[in-house]
């Protein structure tokens, strides 16, 4: 006997059809989240018509103390449903290695196989730190402790809010900004534009708001009535290496400000793209970056797919008044125009 009506969906869809028509379609508008470590290994990530349902962001944290073999795996599968603003966390190891060699390649080139000064890096947007790891595992081989590497992202924690005795979870950032609803069996991502034909998901948000509006108001009280946890949106051996090293750091940064360092080199990976941002704020993230970086400093960018696809990228100097390209990937950066362009 299926535990959970989508299953049942699932199995009539085909066989009682007839039988159970109206119960099917109504429930069949219904899309029910992943909210446990037993769904997902399941593989019940799909609803009966084949659309992705959204995984709540507590796996993650479950999964990084887990001892399960792929829970690496687990965890992008996570991050890869997670949304924030216009942008998913999704990212995955190994995902840039052609073009890290390529990057390792040029900076040879550019600062040398020695280095007196220590070089500084910056690796932008990192997600939860896994590309940063591979970077600076390569970076370290060249150049050992002559190395200061900074990963940054915008969100690299979360917080779940709830009242004790509650069935509602809310996951919000450090402002009250509410990221997602956990209300088994649903999870609702506000990031994530859902479908008018599951109306009733609908409704049961538009019902569950207030509430939620209530629990992020006390979290931003910070009042006892609520019970908070931190999760770390962090890899395993991001967060080794920040305990380890001290010439690794991970931080909370926005690309559009400025930042207090000044850095040899900048990378930002899957961030400069035309479907996240507009013309005019990726022209801010490029002031950003331009004034991050020394003059004879490297900034690296790219966009690609899965762990292993070909980056569309490129490597550029930082020159006295905008960038040079040095090295292109694939058919460069989809947004080359802006940098060759940015004065
Ligand atoms: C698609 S992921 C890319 C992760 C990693 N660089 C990679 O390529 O695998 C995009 C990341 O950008 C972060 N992000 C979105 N807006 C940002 C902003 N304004 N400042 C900094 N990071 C941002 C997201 O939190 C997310 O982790």
Known sequence: MPRFPEERIEKSKFSDLHTNELSCVTLSMIRFGVCSLKQLYANRLKDAFGRQKSISIELYEELAHSDTVCAEEYQEMVLSRFKFGQVYKRTHRNRFAAFDNAVLSVARKQFGDTVKATLRIHDVAASDGRTSVDLYDELSKLYHDRLWFLATDILPWVYTVAKPGQHLKLVTDDSGHIIELIYPPFVFDLGRRESPFYWINHIIVKRLLKQASALAALFVQRSCEVRVTKIELIHNKCRELIERKSNFRFERYNVFEPINHRFDMVRAMNILNRCYFSQVELRRILQAVF?????????????????????????????????????????????????????
């Open 291 to 343: 004034s991050s970086l020394r003059i004879g400093g490297l900034f690296a960018t790219g966009s690609n797919e899965a762990e292993g696809s070909e980056v569309e990228g490129g490597i550029y100097l930082r020159t006295a008044n905008g960038f040079e390209l040095l090295f292109r990937s694939c058919s460069g950066s989809t947004v080359d125009d802006l940098i060759t362009g940015f004065n």
